[in-house]
């Protein structure tokens, strides 16, 4: 076997090398990640159990009640909308909606756009202030998401990205999010072209190398302000 070491490796990848020891063995990383270092991880996950267990004890039955007597009336059916998406290392896992649209529509896989036609009425208004993600609170608590990563996608939609845009599984070194910094300056919605998946994975790719506590707060608080002023691409 022939081992060929590269001395100017940051030169000839024209991109920062990390260095590190793990196990006694040693490795080398393309990028330095803050939630690689265990006290990143665990604040981040401090917030995200403390928020969810608020969430989901105070604000879920309220939500659920309202959702299943509207339900009854413009779509009668199950209360949760159940989908298979990518998560963390590109692991598949059952995220859990409102559901907002009729059962009766074989397009379940593509992606929502405004005026779409599956939603029923006032599904329109869970979507437009995202009251339809807040069963994600249970994915957070059980480990599968964080409150602020890169949006989880569908498989089919995984695969057809990566295709689009080189590094695109990068995003899937942390954890999925119910919110992200791509979120927040806009790029929501349908992806209608490629410019609108490179805008979001480079939002991803600078809050996965640049995340820090007030970072994740702020994403949080902005979140939080665009829920009363929700963005056009919000739908």
Known sequence: MRL???????????????HFEDGGFRFM??????????LNRFVKRAIDIVVSV?????????VAIIICITQRLQSPGPLFHRQVRAGIQNRRFT???????????DRIAHQASGGDDRIY???RFFRKFSIDEIPQFWNVLRGEMSIVGPRPHLLEHNAEFAKLMAGY?????????????????GFRGEARNNSDIQNRVACDLEYLENWNLS?????????????????????
């Open 54 to 62: 608020f969430v989901l004890i105070l604000v879920f039955p309220v």
């Open 29 to 38: 990383a393309l990028r330095e990640e803050p939630l690689e270092n265990p």
């Open 169 to 185: 599984h990068v995003r899937a070194f942390v954890k999925p999010g119910i919110t992200g910094l791509a979120q927040v300056r």
């Open 215 to 235: 970072l994740e707060i702020g994403i949080i608080l902005r979140t939080v302000a665009q829920l009363f002023l929700p963005p056009q691409t919000a739908y």
């Open 4 to 18: 060929i070491i590269l001395s100017d490796l940051e030169e000839t990848l024209r991109h920062p090398v990390v």
């Open 121 to 123: 009425p006032l599904g």
């Open 95 to 105: 995220i859990y909606k409102f559901r907002t649209m009729r059962l009766d529509d």
